[in-house]
């Protein structure tokens, strides 16, 4: 199973920091105290106490495993910038595999959000002609991101294979 998942050959995976990990569980922890509060709420005013608290312990529970899990969601991304390829894989639960050749890269960008902002972490984005193979790295430092944007846009135009 890790063959199918491995670096190309004479290559290591280049993985994300840490800061991933923790923008993911302050989104979580934001979604769930969110959903815990709202939920408990309303259980409480049309049900009692005891369906509140079921309520926000299982919220708790979710929140916690989340949090956890967050870390291995980190620790899946990966990505190689081969010579014809950029490489890039991630998953949990579903491990995927992604190859995008560089002829067929039509945009690459650079964004952030305020969290992110705040994380100093950004999100390259690459965009091909096949509607499904939208392409992100994720957790990227911002100056490494802005890098790789402009890398790929070069090696984009050096392979332009057209339509």
């Known amino acids: 199973m890790d063959d199918a998942f491995a670096a190309p050959g004479g290559t290591d995976w280049s993985r994300v920091p840490v800061a991933l990990a923790w ?23 049309w049900r009692g106490p005891w369906p509140a608290v079921v309520w926000a312990v299982l919220v708790l529970v979710a929140a916690v495993v989340l949090w956890l899990l967050a870390g ?16 890039l894989t991630y998953g949990v639960l579903v491990r995927q595999l992604v190859v995008v050749p560089y002829g067929r890269m039509q945009v690459v960008d650079v964004t952030t959000d305020l969290l992110e902002q705040a994380l ?13 193979a939208d392409t992100r790295v994720v957790g990227l430092p911002l100056a490494d991101a802005v890098q790789m944007r402009d890398r790929l846009a070069a090696r984009s135009e050096t392979f332009s294979t057209g339509l």
């Open 72 to 87: 291995r969601f980190q620790r899946s991304w990966g990505y190689v910038e081969g010579a014809a390829e950029l490489y």
């Open 120 to 132: 100093g972490i950004a999100t390259v984005r690459v965009r091909t002609a096949a509607s499904t």
């Open 23 to 45: 923008y993911r569980r302050l989104v979580t922890a934001a979604g769930c105290l969110a959903v815990g509060a709202v939920g408990s709420l309303l259980l409480f005013l």
